[in-house]
């Protein structure tokens, strides 16, 4: 007996492991902010191109739902779920990214192009 009630709990121990191990995967995949050149080109060929299918088709469906959704009050909402969520994820996001918006990387570069600029233009004031 007690032999079958350790295995039960070697089990459901083993079990529990390996349920939380593929979210510990995930977690640590969603973090990646420098995809590979597989990604980029498997972005480039097919989600691209797939997204302005998607935006596309988001319009026509919100354009037939137009007179429902005006009477309604809510066309904001559903071009936003229709044509917005696409829009952003097709052309809001690097090439290879998952995850839709800018990363910190591209803040960075323009706070450095900024900055270069603004000292760019007191220099030239001050040699005027």
């Known amino acids: 007996m007690k032999r079958k009630a350790g295995a039960r709990r070697a089990i459901a121990a083993m079990l529990i492991a390996c349920m939380m191990l593929p979210q510990a995967l995930w ?3 969603a973090i990646d902010d420098s995809p590979n050149e597989f990604a980029m080109v498997g972005d480039l060929l097919v989600a691209r191109p797939l997204g302005l299918v998607m935006v596309a088709g988001g319009t026509a469906v919100w354009l037939v739902s137009l007179p429902f959704t005006l009477l309604s009050g809510h066309a904001g909402e559903a071009a936003g779920t229709l044509i917005g969520g696409p829009v952003e994820t097709t052309f809001m996001r690097c090439l290879g ?3 839709p918006g ?3 990387k591209d803040i960075e570069r323009a706070r450095e192009n900024k900055e270069r600029e603004e000292a760019e233009a007191e220099a ?3 040699a005027e």
Do not use: W
Request: contains cysteine; charged residues 15%; hydrophobic residues 35%.
């Open 124 to 126: 030239m004031a001050a």
């Open 27 to 29: 977690a640590q995949d």
């Open 97 to 99: 990214c998952r995850n």
């Open 102 to 104: 800018y990363t910190g």
